[in-house]
């Protein structure tokens, strides 16, 4: 089963807008990562956050994690077109970081 | 820089014939590798992982097998394909360490 389920499942918003993507989880773990897909190519590493993180910055990039609640949330600040992409948190647990386990992601539109 | 390549990049089989699909990785040693499976619209599937050579981890009992001949180099076999084979396969490495995975460009493959 997933470990890391994003919400919402699509976004579409307007250029210049912030988006902001919900991810949550079931067990524990070591680290939460975020990564962007554009149609058809692979995945990119956006952002890893560690389980004794809060919250982490990346340019225009902002994670937030909260173990209690065992979520975390991405948000893009002043959002553009080439932002459109499919995004993915992945979980890191079982006492390695071996090996990951991806939501389905949130689609994400930014309409000129 | 560390490279991953990853081929065929697309490939159309008829039910019931061989698949290969090839990765390497350039730039670095002892890489954990890793095979994902992409089906429409939904999230990434685990199928294999290795952390060296001739060690192979099945995530997923299915039609499919995995080989690492050498150590930058992973192999997603199959002898007969099935239908529900189909969909995006990426291949994917990360350190010993951060667990950041960087990923190929996938192979799309289509089962007749």
């Known amino acids: 089963s997933q470990q890391g389920e994003e919400d919402p499942q699509a976004l579409s918003i307007q250029e210049g807008e912030n988006a902001t993507m919900n991810c949550s989880y079931k067990t524990s773990i070591n680290n939460l990562q975020w990564y962007r897909q554009n149609s058809g190519r692979g995945l990119v590493h956006l952002i890893l956050?560690?389980?004794?993180?809060r919250e982490k910055h990346s340019g225009r990039l902002r994670v937030t994690l909260d173990t209690s609640k065992k979520s975390s949330s991405l948000l893009i600040t002043a959002s553009r077109a080439a932002d459109t992409a499919s995004y993915f948190c992945a979980t890191g647990s079982g006492g390695s970081n071996y090996k990951l386990t991806f939501g389905k992601g949130t689609l994400l539109t930014v309409n000129p | 820089s560390q490279t991953i390549h990853q081929w065929p990049a697309t490939l159309v089989q008829p039910v019931g014939s061989p698949l290969s699909l090839e990765c390497t990785v350039e730039g670095t040693s002892n890489p954990n590798l890793y095979w994902y499976r992409q089906a429409a619209g939904r999230g990434l599937q685990l199928l294999f992982y290795?952390?060296?050579?001739?060690?192979i981890s099945s995530e997923v009992p299915q039609n499919l097998s995995a080989s690492r001949p050498q150590d930058r180099q992973f192999i997603l076999s199959s002898k007969k394909l099935l239908l529900s084979d189909s969909g995006f396969y990426l291949c994917?490495?990360?350190?010993?360490?951060?667990?950041?995975?960087?990923f190929g460009e996938g192979s799309r493959l289509t089962v007749l």
């Open positions: 290795s952390v060296g050579i001739g060690q």
């Open positions: 956050i560690r389980s004794n993180e």
């Open positions: 994917a490495w990360s350190t010993q360490v951060t667990g950041e995975l960087f």
